[in-house]
């Protein structure tokens, strides 16, 4: 077991760590292999032989030209999904601004109407107990003895 490994997870027994060490480090040889194999240059065989892998390397050149490009496209793909999102959020923040405007408006006019009515309220009783008042001395006025103490 190689102590200066990068990999950190080993199993419970050496023998296992190391069985998936190698495979692990088979699978990258054979991946390398394959990668390196689509480039090699085809010395012998028919025309069409050659002309298949040729065809080959070609199809494994475009792919990866795409693969070079679709980080590009997929970067603009979210550049403008990001700007949609953005414009999305722009609209609804001013959708939210006028709600709450409109709430903030809506709640003035009910705090206002309701400062009206009490006011309304407490001036109807200031006149009601401002006649009961002028009732009661007109009472005192005619009969100075009050016998029931109605009269404050």
Known sequence: MNPYSWHTAYAETADATYS???????????????????????????????????????NVLKEQIEQVRDPHKTFVATVE?????AEVDKSWESHNQEQ???HREVLVTYRDD????????????????????????????????NWNHSLT
């Open 100 to 102: 709450k405007k409109h």
């Open 20 to 58: 998936e060490q190698r495979e692990r480090l088979l699978k990258k040889k054979k991946l390398w292999a394959d990668q390196y194999n689509q480039y090699k240059v085809y010395y012998y065989g028919s025309r069409q032989d050659k002309e298949l892998k040729n065809s080959q390397m070609r």
């Open 81 to 85: 999904e990001s700007k949609q999102a």
């Open 114 to 145: 309701n400062k009206k009515l009490i006011e309304l309220k407490e001036q109807k009783r200031r006149e009601a107990k401002e006649a009961q008042s002028s009732l009661e001395r007109k009472i005192l006025a005619q009969n100075p003895i």
